[in-house]
């Protein structure tokens, strides 16, 4: 099963470092999807709202030989 986390902050940018940092992974290791996009508001008070991310672990050759081997060892 992935592993994932959903991270908000003030930027898209912030949120998936926040983001990398729990999982302990790189961009290259991830897959990024921007749920929300942040937005300043009024004055960038009154009305602003954060940036959302989820980034997701890709899964690696031998999760896939696993998941592989199993649901044919099934049968």
């Given at each position: 099963?992935?592993?994932?986390?959903?991270?908000?902050?003030?930027?898209?940018?912030?949120?998936v470092?926040?983001?990398?940092?729990?999982?302990?992974?790189?961009?290259?290791?991830?897959?990024?999807?921007?749920?929300?996009?942040?937005?300043?508001?009024?004055?960038?008070?009154?009305?602003?709202?954060?940036?959302?991310?989820?980034?997701?672990?890709?899964?690696?050759?031998?999760?896939?030989?696993?998941?592989?081997?199993?649901?044919?060892?099934?049968?």
């Open positions: 099963m992935p592993q994932f986390v959903e991270k908000s902050a003030k930027t898209v940018k912030e949120a470092d926040l983001a990398l940092a729990e999982l302990n992974a790189t961009e290259d290791n991830v897959e990024i999807e921007v749920l929300e996009e942040g937005t300043k508001g009024i004055f960038g008070l009154i009305g602003s709202k954060l940036a959302r991310v989820k980034v997701t672990l890709k899964e690696t050759g031998g999760e896939k030989a696993k998941k592989f081997y199993w649901i044919y060892s099934v049968k």
